[in-house]
């Protein structure tokens, strides 16, 4: 026993002057701790409606509890999850960018531009698919992949992760808390941080309020947009679901924003010819508070991107079908100045307020 924990220790000091050597002067002080309250902040979301009760993807063998996703939030703003300390996965998911980035692309650890725009994390808890390129489906499995990312967090070891926890003094009790002791493991982790993500929900925005009445609560412009969004413009073939994300078992789309692709997307994943170019059609929950948009960030406004589907699709070989014509041409929609204005307005009933100021979601370490 007693060279087994030699030898963690001395695993432990190599990996820190492994990081000391490779990042000199990067390193940021840890000390700070988190201000959580005595009693933890309620993460009940309450009674789920039917149109995202079929959508939840909580395992049985990680309810939500609130000592849980009290974890789970320190976990997210701690800059320890990253091998310089300098870099959380708030960093890239903003809470008042409603948990997006504000930048077309992220800064990773050493100051790099990550390869892809940040996606929300809200309502993740309802989605079966996760990355701009389609190739994880399970939440617990997400969430570490930023974290060991070479240029996101740096922290590809696992074990060094549970080391770095263990020698912070506030990580036992909290772990304790969640899991009935205070042993730290890998898999702790990724629940504790998944408790978290499945607690930042957006099920209480305009639209979900006037499903309930017919639409009684929106203006006349509102109700234009929507019928514009499920009619002309054909935005309800894709944005489906209630978190208005992807089509059941077809989550990504190419929908003609190049010809030829610098980013092929799924293509990456697969290898397949007809992947090229297809990225996860992502939710339009909160979407006003997410820009820019599109997997590089290419558009800056939410006016941008409904005049590329409305006159500037690309004529890509793998180009969705809802997408083309019958003459095999790209879509050109012809929206007017009112129809695309009332499409915003549409899109601006889909935000949901409630968690985007609330403290149980915020930086505990600020």
Same mark, same amino acid.
């Given at each position: 026993?007693?060279?087994?924990?030699?030898?963690?220790?001395?695993?432990?000091?190599?990996?820190?002057?492994?990081?000391?050597?490779?990042?000199?002067?990067?390193?940021?002080?840890?000390?700070?701790?988190?201000?959580?309250?005595?009693?933890?902040?309620?993460?009940?979301?309450?009674?789920?409606?039917?149109?995202?009760?079929?959508?939840?993807?909580?395992?049985?063998?990680?309810?939500?509890?609130?000592?849980?996703?009290?974890?789970?939030?320190?976990?997210?703003?701690?800059?320890?999850?990253?091998?310089?300390?300098?870099?959380?996965?708030?960093?890239?998911?903003?809470?008042?960018?409603?948990?997006?980035?504000?930048?077309?692309?992220?800064?990773?650890?050493?100051?790099?531009?990550?390869?892809?725009?940040?996606?929300?994390?809200?309502?993740?808890?309802?989605?079966?698919?996760?990355?701009?390129?389609?190739?994880?489906?399970?939440?617990?499995?997400?969430?570490?992949?930023?974290?060991?990312?070479?240029?996101?967090?740096?922290?590809?070891?696992?074990?060094?992760?549970?080391?770095?926890?263990?020698?912070?003094?506030?990580?036992?009790?909290?772990?304790?808390?969640?899991?009935?002791?205070?042993?730290?493991?890998?898999?702790?982790?990724?629940?504790?941080?998944?408790?978290?993500?499945?607690?930042?929900? &957006?099920? +209480?925005?305009?639209?979900?309020? =006037? /499903?309930?009445?017919?639409?009684?609560?929106?203006?006349? !412009?509102? $109700?234009?947009?929507?019928?514009?969004?499920?009619?002309?413009?054909?935005?309800?073939?894709?944005?489906?679901?209630?978190?208005?994300?992807?089509?059941?078992?077809?989550?990504?789309?190419?929908?003609?924003?190049?010809?030829?692709?610098?980013?092929?997307?799924?293509?990456?994943?697969?290898?397949?010819?007809?992947?090229?170019?297809?990225?996860?059609?992502?939710?339009?929950?909160?979407?006003?508070?997410?820009?820019?948009?599109?997997?590089?960030?290419?558009?800056?406004?939410?006016?941008?991107?409904?005049?590329?589907?409305?006159?500037?699709?690309?004529?890509?070989?793998?180009? &969705?079908? +809802?997408?083309?014509?019958?003459? =095999? /041409?790209?879509?050109?929609?012809?929206?007017?100045?009112? !129809?695309? $204005?009332?499409?915003?307005?549409?899109?601006?009933?889909?935000?949901?307020?409630?968690?985007?100021?609330?403290?149980?979601?915020?930086?505990?370490?600020?």
């Amino acid at each position: 026993m007693k060279n087994t924990k030699l030898s963690s220790l001395c695993f432990f000091i190599i990996m820190l002057s492994l990081v000391a050597c490779e990042n000199p002067g990067e390193d940021k002080a840890t000390d700070l701790l988190p201000t959580l309250p005595d009693d933890p902040f309620s993460y009940d979301i309450g009674i789920i409606p039917t149109g995202f009760s079929n959508l939840d993807n909580t395992p049985h063998d990680n309810q939500m509890t609130d000592a849980g996703a009290t974890l789970g939030r320190v976990l997210f703003y701690d800059t320890k999850l990253s091998v310089t300390n300098n870099v959380s996965c708030g960093s890239c998911h903003k809470q008042t960018a409603g948990f997006a980035d504000s930048r077309a692309k992220s800064i990773g650890f050493r100051g790099e531009e990550t390869h892809r725009n940040s996606m929300t994390i809200l309502n993740a808890r309802f989605k079966n698919t996760y990355f701009w390129d389609n190739s994880v489906n399970q939440l617990e499995e997400q969430v570490l992949m930023p974290v060991s990312n070479h240029v996101e967090m740096g922290l590809e070891n696992m074990e060094f992760l549970v080391r770095k926890l263990e020698a912070a003094e506030y990580y036992p009790e909290l772990f304790e808390k969640a899991f009935g002791t205070p042993e730290i493991t890998e898999t702790k982790i990724r629940k504790a941080l998944s408790q978290f993500l499945r607690s930042v929900v &957006s099920m +209480n925005s305009k639209y979900d309020i =006037g /499903e309930e009445t017919n639409f009684s609560n929106f203006s006349e !412009e509102e $109700k234009l947009g929507h019928d514009v969004f499920f009619g002309k413009a054909k935005c309800g073939d894709c944005h489906r679901n209630m978190i208005f994300a992807y089509y059941q078992n077809f989550p990504t789309a190419n929908i003609g924003l190049d010809e030829n692709y610098a980013d092929n997307g799924m293509f990456g994943i697969t290898g397949e010819e007809i992947d090229k170019g297809h990225f996860l059609v992502p939710s339009l929950r909160n979407i006003v508070q997410t820009p820019p948009y599109m997997h590089d960030g290419r558009f800056n406004t939410l006016e941008e991107v409904i005049e590329h589907y409305n006159s500037g699709i690309k004529n890509h070989p793998n180009l &969705s079908w +809802n997408l083309r014509e019958q003459t =095999g /041409e790209p879509v050109r929609l012809n929206l007017d100045a009112v !129809e695309k $204005k009332a499409l915003v307005a549409f899109l601006n009933t889909l935000t949901d307020d409630t968690f985007v100021s609330q403290e149980k979601f915020s930086d505990p370490f600020k």
